[in-house]
């Protein structure tokens, strides 16, 4: 499978200071690869480098070293221009624009015909939920119905792959639930979506592969399966019909015991030793299992430990 | 487009606008400094509508009244240089712009010190060398008394106009005196009016107030002036000897002398005689002595070519 | 090409929708007081006065437009984040920027259009009743459509301001780009000042220095014949083509210039 987009060493740095350049250098060395039709997250706390990286991409800047490119060709190809989609942070647009006229506006820049230019512009507006405030000039609109919109200049011509940075920032949680279901659509239609994002929540629903920026640098990625799969870090059991005895007894090998019911226990075990032996002993005691699963690191955990790890062991909110 | 390619075009675009420019002047001469005065006639509205910034408006003007003085002494000094007829320089209306271009840069800014000293000189100057006029000058620098009655430098200054270009001695010897009584004056205008009231046009005199201005000339331009000036004494003097001697010699021979080769074949003189400047001096066809228009000390007071006060 | 014309026009509705053309109705309202006022005095002062006026307020308001909405142009769209999305689009950063330039062109074209109107209904109005004997003797017709001439060149010297506006906004703040645009057209009008200069310094290396300045800094006196216009004294043909030809090379050096550096700066 080709890569719908891809980096080499991607490396930016910023001069600060006036006169003495001492460069900060926002994006170190990343490389990294999107396959097409794969929804892909893009992830790191704030300050991480991801919208510089998204700003090299749509060659808002200029990298210091390295390249990317995007569907085979190198960043700035404007050709290729016309196959994706760009939302960026905080869109802003023409405060006196209509949604409607900004629509048409950003399809002639594409080349369309006022005809098809007006038709998608009506399409998108109802995908997204503006429809009924097409005729409000833009200085009206709040920061939601903005994001909303931004994500409609954003497929105005049917991307193949849309870049996406924060693209669920000043949403509620239906206007979340909305962009979701609008993300996974366009997996579905084969469109690849590559979105950066700080809400881990929004990632472990809708991505296949992530990345994980640090202060510059990359550090993990991969399928999400992979990554949470083999770190597990306990398990839980439900056990059914257990005696006081069988709990006072199995107490001293697990991490916590629950009562959810009568006769009812829920088990909070270690990873180590597997809990083969200890089902054993409470089968053997007359208790049945109920259910036995393996209890996932979440992104959460995934995520703060490698970026603590990134950070010299120094923990940080996100 | 390549960064270099862009370059070189963006420089070519600036140097074409260049040439267009450079094209369009030479066509359209720029007539501003005669539209300026015309508009604004009344220096006092001027000073109102540049209120704020008269300082910078007044020296404006007067950079604009140095380059409109200079320009056109110099193009009548390249005009008397050529081969031309002296008819050419007759019409003296060169200059008219002059006064009210001071004027207004010392209305601007009353106290404009060199506007009005400097001013005064150009505005007496003889034509060609200016437009000729004393009794402007004597109204400028008359101007810069009202605003500031201290400055005894003015009425000195009136003082020279009067002995030099108008050859009233009582009134330059009045306003030497009313200097001299200004406190801070110098201590020889007292002298000097004294002098000047009783001995007039006296050559020596002169040479003795020019000797005293330079020995305590606190200005570069008027230590030239004053320098200027005792070389055309000494002119005027070497005029008188060679005179002399030609009318002699013509006594003694009987002969018309027309040229300086006869005297110098005579040994009556070693050479062609030349003026402190380094001109030869002319000897005219009816034997008289003067001074080379070439000369940078040309015209010399008492000149034929002294100028009648202006009506 | 078609973008470009299209963010031309946008940059127009923009302007429009932005009250920009509200200045026009303030130059209605001083064009008719002021001819209410003056026309106490006798007939013909009161034409030159208005014409004078007239065209002071177009040179005055058209250089406020050109500057603050040519700041605007770019500096407010790289602050307000909005040239992003438009940058993702497929449009090289030159058309942007030419498009641009093109729509507050067009804006200063429709502001100028609707002065000039009014300043000749204003005339109009002046030479109602006045006998032809009368108005033969003045300096210029009322009606005079030498005035076209001086608008003329009063709109190529906007359309060169605003050049310089451009430029300034492509890097540097709004409110630097204004403060530096106003001081290079205030030393652009006394532009022949600084070649009358050159014959009163002293020292060979300032000579060039500020000969350097005169042929390098914009020259726009040449483009003030209000005067001249006023006084009925005539303007050639050449004069404004030179003049027009000039404007047009200066504005395409700026643009240039200004492709440059908008090409290959970062937007933080």
Same mark, same amino acid.
């Given at each position: ?11 930016? %740095? ?60 190198? #960043? ?88 996406? %940075? ?43 592969? #992530? ?26 059991? #439900?056990?059914?019909?257990?005696? %006081? ?55 959460? %955990? ?17 | ?82 081969? +031309? ?129 330079? +020995? ?65 001096? +002319? ?29 | ?36 006022? @003056? ?124 050049? @310089? ?63 001249? @216009? ?39």
């Amino acid at each position: 499978m080709s890569a719908a987009l891809r980096t080499e060493e991607l490396t930016k %740095d910023y001069a600060l200071g006036f006169w003495r350049k001492r460069p900060y250098r926002a994006l170190d060395a990343l490389s990294i690869s999107v396959p097409a039709g794969e929804v892909f997250g893009f992830l790191g706390p704030n300050g991480a480098g991801k919208t510089t990286t998204l700003k090299l991409l749509m060659q808002l800047v200029y990298p210091t070293s390295g390249r990317a490119e995007m569907l085979g060709r190198p #960043v700035g190809d404007l050709a290729v221009k016309h196959r994706i989609g760009y939302l960026p942070e905080h869109p802003y647009f023409y405060d006196y624009l209509t949604a409607e006229e900004l629509l048409r506006y950003f399809g002639s820049l594409f080349g369309f015909s006022a005809a098809e230019a007006r038709a998608r512009a009506d399409r998108l507006l109802d995908e997204v939920g503006i429809a009924g405030e097409r005729r409000l000039q833009l200085r009206k609109y709040s920061k939601g119905m903005l994001q909303r919109l931004g994500i409609a200049q954003a497929l105005l011509n049917d991307p193949e792959l849309v870049i996406f %940075d924060e693209p669920m920032s000043g949403l509620d949680p239906l206007g979340r639930r909305d962009v979701r279901s609008l993300i996974l659509g366009l997996r579905d239609r084969g469109c690849t979506v590559f979105f950066s994002s700080h809400v881990l929540s929004d990632a472990e629903a809708l991505c296949n592969q #992530v990345a994980i920026l640090a202060r510059g640098r990359l550090v993990a990625t991969g399928r999400l399966t992979d990554m949470l799969a083999f770190r597990a870090r306990g398990w839980e059991m #439900v056990v059914a019909g257990a005696s %006081d005895a069988l709990v006072a007894a199995l107490t001293p090998r697990t991490r916590r015991i629950v009562r959810i019911g009568e006769g009812r226990y829920q088990l909070d075990l270690p990873l180590e030793p597997p809990p083969e032996r200890l089902l054993a002993d409470v089968t053997a005691a007359g208790a049945h299992l109920v259910a036995l699963n393996p209890i996932r690191e979440t992104l959460e %955990d995934f995520f703060i430990e490698q970026v603590a790890s990134a950070t010299d062991g120094s923990h940080r909110a996100v | 487009m390549r960064m270099p390619i862009a370059v070189i075009v963006a420089l070519l675009l600036l140097a074409g606008a260049g040439v267009v420019q450079a094209a369009h002047d030479r066509a359209y001469p720029a007539v501003e400094i005669e539209d300026a005065p015309i508009y604004i006639a009344s220096p006092v509205a001027l000073r109102r509508l540049t209120e704020g910034f008269n300082g910078m408006a007044a020296d404006l003007y007067w950079i604009r009244a140095i380059q409109y003085y200079g320009g056109t002494k110099r193009r009548l000094d390249a005009l008397a240089q050529s081969p +031309e007829p002296p008819a050419a320089l007759a019409d003296k209306s060169d200059y008219q712009h002059l006064y009210e271009l001071l004027d207004i840069t010392t209305s601007l800014d009353p106290r404009f010190d060199i506007a009005y000293r400097f001013g005064a000189t150009f505005l007496a100057e003889t034509y060609p060398s200016g437009p000729g006029r004393p009794d402007l000058a004597i109204a400028l620098l008359e101007k810069g008394l009202r605003e500031r009655p201290e400055k005894w430098q003015y009425l000195q200054d009136i003082g020279y106009i009067y002995y030099w270009y108008l050859t009233d001695y009582r009134r330059a010897a009045e306003y030497f005196e009313r200097a001299s009584d200004v406190p801070g004056a110098p201590n020889w205008l007292r002298p000097l009016a004294a002098t000047t009231r009783a001995q007039g046009g006296d050559r020596r005199m002169s040479r003795a107030m020019w000797l005293s201005i330079l +020995e305590s000339a606190d200005v570069d331009w008027l230590r030239v002036q004053a320098e200027r000036r005792l070389l055309q004494l000494r002119a005027l003097d070497d005029i008188d000897a060679l005179q002399a001697r030609v009318d002699q010699y013509a006594a003694r021979t009987g002969e018309r002398v027309s040229g300086w080769n006869a005297l110098v074949a005579a040994r009556v003189l070693r050479g062609v005689p030349r003026d402190p400047a380094g001109t030869p001096y +002319e000897l005219t066809g009816d034997g008289k002595v003067r001074l080379s228009e070439r000369s940078s000390l040309f015209p010399l007071p008492n000149e034929p070519l002294k100028l009648t006060p202006a009506p | 090409m078609k973008a470009t014309g299209a963010i031309a026009i946008n940059v127009f509705r923009e302007s429009v929708r932005d009250k920009v053309l509200y200045n026009l109705v303030f130059f209605a309202i001083l064009m008719m007081g002021a001819s209410y006022l @003056i026309g106490q005095l006798t007939a013909g002062q009161d034409v030159k006065i208005i014409k004078d006026l007239g065209l002071a307020a177009m040179s005055i308001f058209g250089l406020f437009i050109a500057v603050f909405i040519g700041i605007g142009l770019v500096s407010k769209e790289v602050e307000r984040r909005s040239i992003y999305s438009l940058l993702a689009k497929p449009v090289r950063r030159w058309q942007l920027l030419v498009g641009k330039y093109a729509g507050l062109v067009l804006t200063l074209v429709v502001n100028i259009g609707v002065m000039t109107v009014a300043l000749y209904a204003v005339l109009v109005y002046l030479r109602w009743g006045v006998s032809p004997a009368v108005e033969k003797a003045w300096d210029a017709p009322a009606l005079d459509p030498a005035l076209l001439k001086a608008i003329y060149l009063i709109f190529v010297e906007l359309a060169l301001v605003t050049a @310089i506006a451009l430029l300034f906004s492509t890097f540097s703040t709004p409110i630097l780009s204004a403060a530096f645009t106003f001081g290079l057209t205030i030393v652009g009008q006394y532009s022949t000042d600084l070649r009358n200069f050159q014959d009163v310094l002293d020292s060979p290396v300032a000579q060039q220095i500020a000969r350097g300045l005169y042929w390098v800094l914009p020259n726009l006196g040449q483009f003030d014949i209000k005067l001249r @216009i006023v006084h009925g004294l005539p303007v050639s043909a050449g004069y404004l083509g030179t003049a027009t030809l000039y404007a047009a090379l200066y504005i395409a050096f700026l643009l240039v210039v200004s492709a440059l550096v908008f090409s290959r700066r970062d937007f933080k």
